[in-house]
């Protein structure tokens, strides 16, 4: 059973970066067939995609937050990382890893149990 | 605002059937597999169908999805207290902006 687990630190402040860690158990990151995944839930609010990596370093960004984003992944370890420079407030939300089963399900079939990240001095 | 619409909220009781309906674009939907997510209270979200109408292993049959067009819903037979939850929508987007697109979410009230 695969099994992702988010980590980092549940505080950030303005204008600093964000750094996350989903680390996958259970399977490989590099079997392929699926993009490594970050959506994020603000508070009280529904789900946005942030962006994914595939195991190879491919990726896909979510345009509003391309500027700002770097997702990248370390197959030794089995995890990938979500990096969000410049925080501010609208950035305080709940951060999921997820794997998008793109050659199977066509969906996002498991998931972290979610991390809240709250962007405040 | 999201890109898939979904009513905010229905509601039903015990034992009855209840639809949740996901409107899109023909670069989402209507060229695409929508998805569904159960997301319970203080929990992250589960897949409950895939593939417009196909159901994980463990996910009873009482949950069942269609699509037709840029629509598609999310039918939830036997309700039960323990459905009470928001679930989601989502399908990928031709235009690539962003790739994927949820719906706002329906929350799922048994009466």
């Known amino acids: 059973q695969l099994q992702l687990q988010e980590s980092g630190p549940g505080l950030v402040k303005p204008s600093q970066t964000l750094s996350l860690t989903c680390a996958v158990s259970g399977g490989s990151i590099s079997s392929g067939g699926d993009f490594w995944t970050w959506i994020r839930q603000h508070p009280g609010k529904g789900l946005e995609w942030i962006g994914y990596?595939?195991?190879?370093?491919?990726?896909s960004y979510n345009p509003a937050l391309k500027s700002r984003l770097t997702i990248s992944v370390d197959t030794s370890k089995n995890q990938f990382s979500l990096r969000l420079t410049s925080v501010t407030a609208a950035d305080t939300a709940v951060y999921y890893c997820?794997?998008?089963?793109?050659?199977?399900?066509?969906?996002?079939?498991?998931w972290g149990h979610g991390i809240l990240v709250t962007v405040s001095s | 605002q999201s890109v898939l619409t979904q009513p905010p909220s229905v509601s039903a009781a015990p034992g009855q059937k209840v639809t949740i309906s996901c409107s899109g674009r023909n670069s989402n939907i209507g060229k695409n597999y929508v998805s569904w997510y159960q997301q319970l209270p203080g929990t992250g979200p589960r897949l409950l169908i895939y593939?417009?109408?196909k159901r994980p292993s463990g996910i009873p049959d009482r949950f069942s999805g269609s699509k037709s067009g840029t629509s598609a819903i999310l039918g939830i037979s036997g309700l039960q207290t323990g459905d009470e939850a928001d679930y989601y929508c989502a399908a990928r987007d031709d235009t690539m902006n962003p790739e994927w697109v949820f719906g706002g979410g329906t929350k799922l009230i048994v009466l």
């Open positions: 997820a794997r998008d089963a793109y050659d199977s399900r066509h969906s996002f079939d498991y």
């Open positions: 593939e417009n109408k």
């Open positions: 990596i595939y195991y190879s370093g491919s990726i």
